[in-house]
Structures are given as structure tokens and as C-alpha cells.
């Protein structure tokens, strides 16, 4: 079989099974795929995982985990530019591109507070493509928001857990007339379990789960007077890309699920559990199911 044959088959696969597990389906995906080392790389590369976080000792600081940052089994902070585990590395980001990366790193740590709030973490990771910033760089925007209310086993009481994943990799090319040409690819992994105990003891309990990712990608040529003008640029793609992602989630994941749950659930009266709606809500009502909508949407709004 043919490498592309090989990772389009794997692909196929891992967009039919959970977004919160990717990690441990490619890993068995690539066990499989031995020994054809390049179907595996190229399945690693076009496939995003949930994001990781550590802490940064010296800094205090959480930071993401990815293989933007990471050499052999070693991360790099984006707060102190050191790996850890130690080890000594070369991959690291010119002076004049690090400098630019901790002022990026600044701003974007004040939108994620702004969009996702304290709780969440950011990093920002810039690299090299060959010489200066002058001479065209890359980079990563990472944000991780969890959520974790718990279970409560209260008569009418909601909890709910997840993630927000936002992965922005973008490619920034220096043209001349003091130009630079932007190619952003945004994608977002959404992954939320849902349950809502009913007031009414006998109508059980609703359970929903929602997750999968989208992604988009983006092309613009800005003017570029400084290096600082590279972060306001990429900061006005990503805003824009998130917005419109976040808008799209809402009308792909959380309406339609709500159409697929009103068309295959029992009679509100109904106390007795049916195939597929057994599966996917148990016993729940109407009333909880609007509930549910609820939740989802606020969680998820579109900021103003």
C-alpha cells in the first residue's frame, strides 16, 4: 500500500473516533504503519493532539507542550528559553527573533486572559526559517482552556468538563516595497461531556458528549515598518480566525446536535429507554435538553 494510501486510511479513521483521543489512537495508528517511517511522520504532522502543559520553575509559570517546542523529550519555556528537562540545545530562536517572541508571548497572555479567562494558558514559540527576522520566521500561538465543574449528584444540578484547544501556526515571508506576506492555519479541538441530573428522580439522568476540531486557513499581506508590527498583524489574523471559528462550532456542533437529539428522543411522558436514545441521552426530557443548549451556548458565545 502506498504511503498516501496508508495515512489518508488512518486519517479516515481518526475523524470518526473522539478528538480527546487522537494521542493514544495514532500512537496505535503508528504501531501499525511500521515500518513506513515517512506514512508516520506525515501522519503525526497533519494530525493535532489535545495540548499539554508544564510548569516553568524558574518563572512560575504554566507553559504549553508541543512539538514546536520540544527536542527529543525535552520542552522549551517560551517565559525562560530553557528546556527541561535540561539538555543543551541549539533549536532556539535568534536574539533578535527571542526578543520579538517574549513581547509576543506578553500581549497574547493579555488576550487569553481577555477571551478564556485566569485560568487558562498561553504560549507563544517563534523559530528561525534560515537567518534574521528580516530573512521570514515561524511560529506557534497556543491557547488551553480546561473545564472542570465537577460531578454533583443533586436532583436538577449540571456539571460539565473539557477543553478548548486553539492551535495558530503561522509562516511569515518578507517581501519588498516593506510588505510581509502572512499564511495563518488555524485549528480548534472542542471536547465537552456533559451531565445534567433531572429534578424528577424517575427521568435518570442526560448525558451528552460534543467534540471534533476545525480548522482554517488564512493568507494576508500586511505592511510590516517594524518587528513589532509582525505581532499586531498575526494578533488581528488569529482574533478574526477565532471569531469565526468559534461562530462556526456553534452552528456545526452545538445546533446540529441539538436537531439530531430532538429528532430521536422519546415523549417527554416516556420513562422507558429506546435504542440509539438510550445510548446517547438516556431518560431525559425536553426541558433538560434545553438546558443542555443552554449551557453549551454560553459556554461557547461569541465574545462581542
Not at 478564556?116 to 526559517?129: E, I, L, Q
Not at 499586531?232 to 471559528?245: H, K, Q
Amino acid at each position: 500500500m502506498e504511503k498516501n494510501t496508508k495515512v489518508n486510511a488512518s486519517l479516515d479513521i481518526l475523524q470518526r473516533t473522539a478528538v480527546r483521543d487522537n494521542e493514544q489512537n495514532i500512537n496505535a495508528l503508528a504501531v501499525l504503519l511500521k515500518p513506513d517511517s515517512e506514512a508516520i511522520e506525515d501522519l503525526f504532522q497533519r494530525v493535532d493532539c489535545p495540548l499539554k502543559e508544564a510548569v516553568d520553575s524558574s518563572a512560575d509559570k504554566k507553559y504549553i507542550l508541543s512539538d514546536h517546542n520540544r527536542e527529543g523529550d525535552s520542552y522549551r519555556s517560551p517565559w525562560s528559553n530553557a528546556y527541561y528537562p535540561p539538555i543543551e540545545s541549539t533549536f532556539k530562536p535568534s536574539r533578535q527573533l527571542r526578543s520579538l517572541e517574549e513581547q509576543a508571548n506578553e500581549l497574547f497572555d493579555s488576550y487569553r486572559q481577555l477571551y478564556y479567562g485566569k485560568d487558562a494558558v498561553s504560549s507563544v514559540y517563534f523559530w528561525n526559517k534560515g537567518g534574521g527576522v528580516n530573512e521570514g520566521f515561524a511560529g506557534c500561538f497556543l491557547i488551553k482552556k480546561d473545564i472542570d465543574e465537577g460531578v454533583k449528584n443533586d436532583p436538577g444540578s449540571r456539571s460539565q468538563c473539557g477543553y478548548w484547544n486553539s492551535i495558530h501556526v503561522v509562516d511569515v515571508n518578507i517581501l519588498s516595497g516593506g510588505k510581509a506576506k502572512y499564511e495563518l492555519s488555524t485549528t480548534v479541538l472542542l471536547s465537552i461531556d456533559l451531565v445534567c441530573n433531572a429534578k424528577d428522580a424517575s427521568c435518570g439522568t442526560t448525558k451528552v458528549n460534543i467534540g471534533g476540531s476545525l480548522t482554517k486557513q488564512v493568507e494576508k499581506v500586511h505592511p510590516c515598518p517594524s518587528d513589532m508590527s509582525h505581532i499586531a498583524n498575526i494578533g488581528v489574523m488569529i482574533e478574526n480566525s477565532e471569531i469565526e471559528l468559534r461562530s462556526n462550532m456553534d452552528s456545526l456542533y452545538i445546533q446540529k446536535t441539538r436537531e439530531v437529539i430532538d429528532g430521536i428522543r422519546c415523549d417527554s411522558g416516556s420513562k422507558k429507554k429506546h435504542g440509539l436514545m438510550a445510548t446517547v441521552m438516556g431518560s431525559g426530557n425536553g426541558a433538560q435538553q434545553n438546558e443542555i443548549q443552554a449551557a453549551l451556548m454560553a459556554r461557547f458565545k461569541q465574545k462581542s
